[in-house]
């Protein structure tokens, strides 16, 4: 391919139609903030890893965002429909309880748009996402565990807590709350890109979807767009196992290793009239399959990212091999040195 002439190259901003940076003829076409670089994540077939399971597995990778996970998409949703609504004005301050990637991508946002980012979140959760969130300019409030929480497991208990504190410095800073557990823009986010991406990705050739939900706008978002275009399409929650809520087992603790997910309590924006089934997956089984992923694809995930892959690996012997499995890979590995989890 030969070289493009250096005096031929023109910068111009990215139109709506076409945000990312590219060679348009001589033209380089540039984003005009990282914004424009949310979403469009890569969807990769997990050939090497599912090659003894008759049904196909894919996983997406949204650590391909700015903020490192799949957060950035409802970040970026729910500070444009306040700023539509009139909720957040130039200049205001942003508050969230977040376990670290929906602060991360508000903070990602707030320092394109202006705002002032507060991320309320549990000492329970990993180092690496405070520091990111540090690096961001975010302002962070750490939050004590409960007694008898497990250090660097967040339970229910601790996620209360946090609640308490977020609600608090809300009302004293007058900021405006994304509120992702209970925002429809966090859901609304996976409607219109997540789950069409998948469609488009899989030339309308997916028949299953998994994901585990925490606020559960990925898991609702993401299934109703994908059921809208195929009511066949069977989609299942992937929940830690000792905290079974959704398929209504047994609690047996309220602390698990999947930050940011499975909360041990259905989340507000739960439909379940869009779930077709749940998986129970232990912490060791997350940690496992995501060193798999590592080791035998490449892709440098979180805990949940383990566990999603896990949950696919466990339905693909019930499909065949004209079956698609899609799932998700939340975020990165790099926010997780600190834990065991790649120890």
């Not at 019930?318 to 120890?343: E, F, H, M, N």
Request: some cysteine.
């Amino acid at each position: 391919m030969a070289a493009r002439p250096h005096h031929a190259r023109r910068y111009h901003g990215a139109g709506a139609d076409n945000p990312g940076t590219s060679w348009k003829g001589d033209v380089l076409v540039l984003s005009r903030s990282v914004l424009d670089t949310i979403g469009n994540t890569p969807l990769v077939a997990l050939d090497r890893l599912a090659a003894d399971v008759p049904a196909r597995i894919a996983a997406k990778l949204e650590y391909y965002g700015p903020g490192g996970s799949i957060k950035d998409r409802a970040a970026l949703f729910a500070i444009e429909a306040a700023e539509r609504s009139g909720r957040l004005r130039p200049g205001g301050t942003v508050v969230e309880l977040t376990s670290g990637n929906m602060g991360i991508g508000l903070s990602v946002v707030c320092v394109v748009k202006g705002y002032q980012m507060t991320a309320v979140m549990s000492v329970g959760n990993s180092v690496e996402r405070r520091r990111v969130l540090e690096g961001l300019g975010a302002r962070i409030e750490l939050v004590p565990q409960a007694p008898g929480s497990v250090p660097g497991q967040v339970s229910r208990e601790d996620l209360g807590l946090v609640e308490v504190r977020a609600a608090q410095l809300t009302r004293e800073l007058n900021a405006f709350r994304p509120d992702q557990f209970n925002n429809p823009a966090c859901v609304d986010a996976h409607d219109a890109s997540t789950g069409q991406e998948i469609w488009r990705q899989t030339d309308g050739s997916v028949t299953a979807f998994l994901a585990a939900p925490g606020t559960g706008g990925t898991f609702v978002g993401v299934a109703r767009a994908l059921k809208r275009h195929n009511p066949a399409i069977r989609c299942y929650a992937v929940e830690p196992a000792s905290a079974p809520v959704i398929s209504g087992g047994p609690i047996t603790s309220t602390s698990h290793k999947l930050q940011g997910a499975g909360y041990a309590t259905v989340p507000p924006l739960w439909d379940p009239a869009l779930c077709d089934g749940a998986f129970a997956i232990t912490d060791d089984d997350a940690i496992a399959t995501a060193r798999l992923l590592a080791t035998r694809e490449g892709i440098f995930g979180g805990f949940t990212g383990g566990a999603n892959v896990a949950a696919a690996l466990q339905l693909s012997p019930r499909l065949t091999d004209r079956d698609v499995i899609v799932t998700i890979v939340p975020d990165t590995g790099l926010k997780y040195l600190s834990t065991d989890l790649y120890a």
